[in-house]
């Protein structure tokens, strides 16, 4: 693969395209209002259109000026059908942007119009490869054409951002609120619907109006599984667009290579891998993702398993003091839970090893005096569990009460075991007549 | 015929313990106020005043219209007749003597935000538009916080707060508003105890301070022992006035009353497209 000075211009036109975007997308994200976006960004057709029609030149600020008119208009038209048809939002705004592309896509047929190159497949896919051959100059600097409107772009946003950080803010998480403390949401509503139709009319020659949306509202969402504030959001929705752009081109360039097919679009592998980047936030997000999910649970399974073998051994030597006849033993008790889950109780074992809990290995599996000590906390809930339950439904059968203190007591920390014992006048026996390990009239829960 | 004939017609006037004329020094006063969403109505001509100082419950059946009246009083929803005094005056000139506790489950709780960022929006009304929040307003917020003790949790992300600590993030918001009337939806709805008593205690300081508080309360266990003054509510106000005079088995049955009165049946008739009436 060759570099050229026009990869880089290319790759400077997207990103500054996906930074512009990220500020209205986040805002949309966060109203949970993102198929807005995917509709303004259609409506802008027929408002380039017109602006056409009226001015007749495709000088940037009509055009602009009819990209803002028409975002209200879609905003508004969204609202009226749906209070005014029954319709839910996403329907409203079914109906209102096809309808308006549509019209959008006659006006460009329209002999006054069809004669100037606004060609319909670079509003629908963009033409960002031709960043490098269109260039402007800019106080002596050569710079793509995209790239400065993107940039002009957003700058704009971003300083309407800043200036109105606080009310878009508030009006974003209780629009009630800002209403009533004088921040009016309905007018935040409509800035952000004028600053996403701007947005993407400066984006659209360079991603195209259909994947708008992806540069609008994928890195947004990849930053909203990332953070939890609402600044850092912005910032981390503006590096994974910067990212996808790059690595958008990058594909764009290779991966065809690779396959030994044609051209592919830079601006549609741009949405490809805003895509891959949503895909490994949702893998890799510290409170949100899939992996860490998948750990924690892991981790939990690990911890219960450890706890039921002390807790089998622990019942075992207790049986052992005070005999009484035993269906299994415990090392049956274990062999049946390597059987069932062996990896899970595999690791449990050597990790209760490591830490000296237990010693030796099965069928000499004992307890050391620190994992007696844990085990005793363990059955302490247990029949701590036990007792409460059979006080507060005395009709349960006792063999009833079981299932969920064994459940239980693996969620049950020192605080909440503390609070048990009050509530259940710290007892020495549970129901079925077995010691309650610590209690302050009976054993201490050193085991000693 | 106008909605408030068809009251009169139907269901006779409100009981009302405060006499008809309204105060220009009361907190709140409503005049004929009717409220409908689409074309059914839900409030009919409500006509009060909510005397200062007093720690106020709304109470009334699922329906009955305790948000909307709170929403309404706001210039949340439109009204379609009557108007809101605050003070005498409009709320759009007195929003800074107001501070509202909507219902949680109205806002998004795995919003990206902490804690102490929802107590400051208390007080985005004071610092006009464009302005950052200052380190003064950062002070005050987290003061509203500690007195719901909840200063611990100032930089806690706000979905993982119990429902009962999300419910004293929305006290300590409306606190850190420092208004003079507290409109408050559903502060108790599903808050453990601990949350409720502390809440209770925040509003009883409140009202000893000379604040006035609205509350819309669900539970009639509690309602005489935490409210002095008493809104009950069914479509229109059904009784109104100090708790120990209307809180009555009598006021209640009318309330709550399970028939459908009169009145509903002639706003299912206006509903269905106004013929029978």
Redesign the interface.
């Known amino acids: 693969m060759t570099w050229l000075d026009a990869d880089t211009d290319i790759i400077f036109s997207g990103a500054l395209c996906a930074l512009a975007c990220s500020i209205p997308g986040t805002l949309l994200v ?1 109203r ?1 209002m993102s198929m807005m976006g995917d509709a303004i960004s259609h409506t802008v057709l027929p408002g380039l259109a017109a602006a056409f029609l009226i001015t007749q030149t495709r000088a940037p600020i009509p055009m602009f000026i009819g990209a803002a008119v028409i975002g209200i208009v879609t905003a508004l038209l969204v609202q009226w059908v749906r209070d005014l048809s029954r319709t839910d939002g996403g329907t409203a705004m079914g109906i209102v942007f096809t309808a308006l592309f549509a019209v959008g896509l006659v006006l460009l047929r329209l002999p006054a119009i069809e004669h100037i190159d606004l060609d319909p497949s670079c509003v629908l896919y963009g033409a960002v490869e031709t960043s490098a051959i269109d260039p402007i100059n800019v106080l002596g600097v050569e710079m793509p054409r995209a790239a400065l409107i993107n940039g002009v772009m957003f700058a704009v946003n971003l300083g309407v951002l800043l ?5 878009f ?2 009006s ?3 629009p ?8 009016n949401a309905t007018l935040m509503h409509y800035i952000l619907m004028t600053m996403t139709a701007v947005t993407a009319v400066a984006a659209f020659e360079t991603v195209g109006s259909i994947l708008v949306i992806a540069m609008l509202i994928v890195p947004p969402a990849a930053a ?1 599984l990332l ?4 600044g ?2 912005f910032v981390l929705a503006g590096v994974i667009g910067v990212l996808s752009a790059a690595g958008g081109h990058v594909a764009a360039i290779v991966i065809p290579e690779w396959l030994g097919v044609g051209d592919t679009v830079t601006s549609g592998m741009m949405a490809v891998a805003a895509g891959a980047l949503f895909t490994l936030a949702w893998l890799v997000s510290p409170r949100h993702g899939v992996i860490s999910h998948l750990l924690s649970r892991w981790r939990l399974g690990l911890r219960i398993m450890r706890e039921d073998i002390l807790g089998i051994l622990y019942r075992e030597q207790e049986q052992a003091d005070h005999p009484t006849p035993s269906l299994t033993t415990a090392v049956e008790a274990i062999v049946r839970l390597r059987k069932l889950r062996p990896v899970i109780a595999r690791l449990a074992l050597s990790r209760l090893r490591r830490r000296g809990m237990v010693t030796g290995t099965l069928p000499q599996l004992a307890l050391t005096d620190r994992g007696r000590t844990e085990a005793a906390r363990l059955v302490r809930s247990h029949r701590l569990w036990e007792t409460y339950f059979s006080h507060q439904f005395p009709t349960l059968p006792s063999d009833h009460l079981h299932a969920p203190a064994e459940v239980l007591e693996h969620l049950t920390d020192d605080a909440l075991r503390d609070r048990l014992g009050q509530r259940t006048n710290d007892p020495s026996v549970d129901p079925h007549g077995r010691a309650i390990p610590g209690a302050a009239s009976g054993a201490s829960i050193d085991g000693s | 015929m106008s909605a408030a004939s068809i009251v009169d017609a139907s269901a006779g006037s409100p009981v009302s313990v405060i006499g008809p004329e309204h105060s220009p020094t009361a907190p709140v006063s409503i005049h004929d106020m009717t409220v409908a969403y689409h074309r059914k109505p839900v409030l009919w001509d409500v006509d009060l005043d909510v005397p200062q100082g007093r720690l106020v419950g709304i109470i009334g059946p699922n329906g009955a219209g305790k948000s909307t009246l709170i ?1 309404a009083a ?3 929803v439109p009204r379609v007749s009557g108007e809101v005094l605050i003070y005498g005056k409009p709320f759009r000139r007195q ?1 800074r003597l ?1 501070a ?1 506790v ?1 219902q949680r489950e ?3 709780w795995d ?4 804690a102490v ?2 107590v400051m ?2 007080r ?2 004071m ?1 006009g ?2 302005r ?2 200052t380190r003064a307003h950062r002070r005050a917020a987290l003061q509203a916080l500690d007195r719901v003790g909840m200063a611990d949790f100032a930089d806690r ?1 706000i ?1 993982n707060l119990s429902g009962g600590q999300q419910q004293r993030i929305f006290l300590a ?1 409306a606190l850190a ?1 420092e208004a003079r009337i507290y409109f408050m939806d559903e502060p108790f709805a599903s808050v453990d105890a601990a949350t409720e008593r502390a809440i209770i205690a925040v509003l009883t300081d409140l009202k000893n301070s000379g604040k006035t508080v609205l509350v819309v309360h669900h539970d009639l266990q509690t309602v005489s022992q935490y409210f002095d003054h008493l809104i009950m509510l069914n479509m229109r106000v059904v009784a109104h006035g100090p708790t120990a005079e209307v809180f009555t088995p009598e006021n209640l049955a009318r309330t709550y009353g399970g028939r459908l009165t009169l009145l509903s049946e002639a706003a299912e008739a206006l509903a269905r497209g106004g013929r029978a009436v």
Do not use: H, N
């Open positions: 966060l949970k200036l109105l950080f606080k009310e803010r508030i974003a998480f209780d009630a609120l800002a209403t009533t403390v004088g921040i909203y953070t939890d504030r609402f850092v959001m | 929403k706001l210039d949340l929003r107001v509202y909507p109205s806002v998004d919003f990206p935000i902490c960022e929802v929006m208390g985005y009304g610092m538009w464009c950052p929040v992300q979905s918001r508003q």
